[in-house]
């Protein structure tokens, strides 16, 4: 069996969604005649831990691991932040940040380039030189953010030139959305760039997520830029299928929302449509899952909607799955920035998986609204677009008081985001590369 060397950050046991692609990716590449070894680090300071995603890993796949240096506790003891909340780097999501959080943010983007798990880099280029002098790979993957880690497959390549090096972006690097709030000297904004395109140029093939950053990053220079978007996993449904639907007017959320994820459109009309239909009040419920912003809190509060508002603190993946379900209504809320485009969050395919009707607020041009349309799962509405949202949302409800919602989302299309259909489209690629 071809063997692949996955290098990563995010492993077993971290939570949240920078985990699942190639915790998925693993679990069914021997369908497809690849053996997975995972090198990833020995201590992470992981912000999420869900421990369930170790009953997708086969108990026999090799994990290596390698210990990691990580600033974090530094930070932590220096601004006073004791928590591990979910953070972007060290960029907070507060509108007044303390003078100390603004150097933690320039610190950050200036000193940690590419970001701050650079330390691990250059023992991590080390410790597998030795073994794989010892130990046979035919291909080499590497997966970021953060990005730092496809340093370490460079460094591999340079040192093993005729192992093929894949360069998987879950993310983009200096297009993400939160690039420009890192407060970048025009020297480290060069370096970053620089390093981003070394990586680009020197990988055999790149792995992007969306049609939005295979054109980005085909700008760079002609070369082999594949598409595997990320998916659901067929095994996660099987347990939780049949559920029944709330009898309340449940609009879910889940996942992380952050204060520039904010629906004060959704807001504005969910309120509005309690004054003008009777029940609409006693019918309605917002269940938001995940880490929410207090500033989306403040709102809910604003508009009069925190009676009707639940919200959860990170449960289980399958909890997750246990909500989206059961409920009427799926929300998508994206963030208003252009950076984001190309963001097709993975809780977009589990929304495509159960089949319920999607309500996105976002761009029309986005990659996610080309899903939903293609689909024909839901609807993307602009971020001001109040007009169009109140009347579906109008419609929506009188049709749940009347037969219940219901959705025919092309099951064919959907079906090519599973997690083992998207494993063997990445191991017919591999085989590919190792034929050339």
Request: hydrophobic share 35%; no cysteine.
């Amino acid at each position: 069996m071809k063997k692949v060397l996955i290098i990563t950050y995010y492993w077993i046991p971290s939570g949240g969604s920078g985990v699942q692609r190639w915790v998925k990716f693993v679990k069914y590449m021997r369908n497809f005649g690849w053996e997975p070894i995972v090198y990833a680090p020995e201590n992470p300071d992981y912000p999420l831990i869900d421990k369930s995603f170790a009953d997708d890993i086969p108990t026999d796949v090799e994990v290596i691991k390698h210990k990691i240096w990580e600033p974090y506790q530094l930070y932590r003891k220096f601004t006073g932040n004791k928590s591990k909340a979910i953070q972007t780097g060290f960029v907070v999501e507060k509108k007044q940040l303390r003078w100390k959080d603004k150097f933690s943010i320039w610190l950050r983007g200036n000193l940690f380039i590419p970001d701050a798990r650079i330390f691990w880099v250059r023992p991590s280029i080390r410790f597998l030189k030795k073994h794989l002098k010892n130990h046979h790979v035919d291909i080499i993957v590497t997966t970021g953010p953060p990005h730092s880690v496809h340093l370490i497959g460079q460094g591999l390549k340079h040192n093993f030139p005729n192992i093929p090096w894949v360069a998987d972006f879950r993310d983009p690097w200096t297009s993400i959305f939160y690039y420009k709030d890192l407060k970048l000297t025009h020297l480290a904004d060069k370096i970053h760039r620089s390093m981003e395109k070394e990586i680009i140029s020197s990988a055999d093939t790149v792995i992007v997520v969306s049609e939005h950053m295979k054109r980005e990053y085909e700008m760079f220079e002609n070369k082999r830029i594949e598409i595997i978007s990320n998916g659901y996993d067929e095994d996660d449904f099987k347990d939780i299928e049949p559920y029944e639907l709330e009898h309340k007017f449940v609009i879910t959320y889940t996942g992380l929302m952050t204060d520039k994820q904010n629906p004060k459109v959704l807001w504005k009309v969910l309120s509005e449509l309690i004054i003008e239909i009777d029940d609409f009040r006693d019918d309605l419920l917002i269940r938001l899952v995940g880490g929410v912003d207090n500033e989306i809190i403040d709102d809910l509060k604003g508009y009069g909607l925190e009676s009707n508002a639940e919200i959860l603190n990170y449960v289980s993946h399958s909890e997750v799955i246990r909500f989206q379900k059961s409920s009427q209504i799926l929300l998508l809320s994206l963030m208003n920035d252009t950076k984001t485009k190309s963001v097709v969050t993975g809780k977009l395919f589990e929304y495509l998986k159960v089949n319920r009707p999607i309500i996105g607020i976002g761009f029309k041009d986005g990659d996610a609204a080309a899903l939903l349309q293609h689909t024909g799962a839901g609807e993307m509405f602009d971020f001001e677009n109040y007009t169009s949202l109140k009347e579906k949302m109008t419609s929506y409800y009188q049709v749940y008081k009347q037969d219940g919602i219901q959705i025919n989302t092309n099951q064919i299309i959907v079906n090519q985001y599973s997690r083992e259909t998207l494993t063997e489209k990445l191991s017919n690629m591999m085989n590919s590369l190792i034929d050339e």
